[in-house]
């Protein structure tokens, strides 16, 4: 009596272009990429006192110790917009970045143990903490905008058409982090050192990027080198769109399209060419 023949429904092959984010493999697994999103937004505030409070208690204090250090210390210039607004844009801006970028970097070393074991499309987990930081930033936004609000009302900023970019924005944003993130997290499963030059690396990249003090006030070397910063259009793009101060042009958010959406394409070369071997190395 012969057997029924099997059927095989999954079968896994090496024969994608090391250019292709295989966007179509990770929605089939989009009900993994939920639960691991689900999983790292709880996991935030699990046993903690204050719980979700965190969301908002860490920009404001940051907020606040800039807005003391300086605009009232240092005397930092702001371009004439409310300095508690003007540093809670750039703190909003800069947590979503510098958590998603840290926590794409670690995405091999991080993993290795459930990667070894089973598979699922390995770009799941890097776009699940993307996305999983953008709720909260969708919080942290939402602070932003009460806050905005109340400066509105008393006619102190000057919001303009250029407030309908920001999804574009973020999405440029979450794009660099992944770019970065994916060569980063591919480079640490030989080189170890990179984990420590990412922590120091990504506080010093925050000075270099207009978070506490706007373009308008760099001179010189320091103002060219700024545009060539991908997120310095980001930033001052989303200032001058919600509170109408700042040098921003189209020119400059072009520059950091370009220059992320190539980063993004070399960090997808790295990455996919690395996890077909990581195992070997991390």
Not at 31 to 57: C, E, H, N, S
Not at 98 to 127: D, Q
Not at 193 to 220: C, E, K, Q, R
């Amino acid at each position: 009596m012969n057997e029924p023949q099997q059927k095989w429904t999954e079968t896994i092959e090496d024969s994608h272009s090391l250019f292709d984010l295989k966007l179509k493999e990770v929605w089939r697994y989009k009900d993994l990429v939920y639960m691991f999103v689900k999983r790292d937004f709880v996991a935030g505030f699990k046993q903690t006192i204050l719980g979700p409070l965190w969301f908002f208690i860490n920009p404001i204090l940051t907020t606040i110790v800039f807005l003391i250090v300086f605009s009232k210390i240092a005397n930092l210039s702001t371009d004439g917009a409310p300095p508690l607004l003007f540093y809670l844009a750039g703190v909003t801006l800069w947590n979503y970045f510098s958590s998603s970028l840290t926590g794409t970097s670690y995405t091999f070393s991080g993993n290795a143990g459930i990667f070894g074991k089973v598979y699922f499309p390995r770009l799941v987990t890097p776009i699940s903490i993307v996305i999983s930081n953008l709720m909260r930033f969708g919080v942290q936004m939402l602070l932003f905008i009460i806050i905005w609000a109340y400066y509105l009302a008393k006619g102190e900023v000057n919001p303009n058409w250029w407030i309908l970019a920001t999804p574009f924005l973020i999405v440029l944003m979450a794009l660099f982090a992944l770019g970065v993130g994916m060569i980063f997290s591919a480079l640490t499963t030989k080189y170890k050192d990179l984990n420590m030059l990412l922590g120091f690396g990504v506080s010093l990249y925050m000075y270099a990027t207009p978070v506490i003090y706007p373009s308008s006030s760099l001179t010189g070397i320091f103002k060219t080198l700024s545009y060539y910063n991908p997120l310095t259009g980001v930033f001052e793009c989303f200032k001058y769109a919600w509170m109408g101060v700042g040098s921003f042009s189209a020119t400059m958010l072009g520059i950091s399209t370009v220059i992320i959406l190539t980063l993004l394409a070399i960090g997808t070369v790295i990455f996919n060419k690395v996890e077909k071997t990581f195992m070997d190395t991390v």
